[in-house]
């Protein structure tokens, strides 16, 4: 299959082309400078030009507390290039897989939310992914869309790695104890993203997390252990623990598709990376 990779240079887009390169995919990877997807004409020139079968875009502003004060950045990224990116794939039938996120939710349910619960975001963040999907669907292409959560991995700023930094820096770390999720290892979501760019004709929306739930305090709980870090991990709150932009307190995805995604529980994830950290 002849595979894009966009935000290639990012944690989840590098692991996504490695992987398909190893299934013997032949694959194009591109990022910032190479192309602006927010540039729809140079976009659909691109896209015209490298004549994909499908696409698998990982390009996203991520910053959750700065899209609070950048939202049109933040839905220039998230928003307009995921729309060019579709506008530009549909008429050369070339499958969209789009990676989304748990923030299009408010979180104000408690049990698992489905691809057909309606969204209701909190923050800039959500809104601006949000509409990304809308523009990913109303292209008239056909598109995977992708909501996942929590993500950590090999090549990119996030929570674990941040965790195991502060925790040979202090002797204690503050975790909140309200904020429940599934997290997620690329090293899990990569090869169903691959899979799904593969499944011609299973279009929407889908939802791709590691199996389980638990809370931030939880998964570095887990984390320490398994890594044999000594760090106290004590519990704090949402509301102790403020940040610009609001997070839901229960972004936990289930799945109600069949076939839907099916990822490894999220305590795997910890150890894959971990293994990963220590091998690399």
């Known amino acids: 299959m002849r595979l894009l990779v966009t935000g290639a240079a990012g944690m989840l887009g590098r692991r996504v082309v490695a992987d398909a390169r190893a299934l013997g995919h032949d694959v194009t990877g591109i990022d910032l400078p190479d192309l602006d997807l927010t540039d729809a004409e140079a976009t659909a020139t691109r896209i015209a030009a490298l004549a994909p079968e499908a696409i698998i875009n990982c390009a996203a502003y991520t910053n959750v507390d700065a899209a609070e004060e950048h939202e049109d950045v933040a839905l220039r990224v998230n928003g307009d290039a995921a729309g060019n990116l579709a506008r530009a794939a549909t008429p050369i039938g070339a499958r969209l897989v789009h990676v989304s996120t748990d923030y299009v939710f408010d979180g104000a349910k408690d049990t698992p939310w489905l691809e057909s619960d309606p969204p209701g975001p909190l923050g800039a963040y959500g809104r601006t992914k949000l509409a990304g999907e809308e523009q990913v669907a109303e292209a008239g292409g056909e598109y995977a869309i992708v909501r996942t959560a929590w993500l950590f991995g090999a090549g990119g700023p996030n929570f674990c790695d941040t965790m195991l930094r502060l925790a040979s820096e202090r002797d204690s770390v503050s975790v909140v104890t309200d904020q429940v999720g599934s997290p997620t290892w690329a090293g899990h979501l990569s090869p169903a993203l691959i899979e799904l760019a593969e499944r011609r004709g299973d ?75 220590k091998n690399a």
């Open 203 to 277: 279009t929407g929306i889908f939802h791709g997390v590691g199996a389980g739930q638990c809370s931030w305090n939880e998964l570095t709980i887990e984390l320490f252990e398994r890594a044999g870090v000594a760090c106290r991990v004590l519990p704090t709150t949402s509301a102790e623990f403020r940040r610009p932009a609001p997070r839901p307190a229960w972004s936990v995805l289930g799945t109600e598709r069949d076939p839907g995604v099916v990822l490894p529980r999220w305590e795997d994830g910890v150890q894959g990376h971990l293994d990963e950290r």
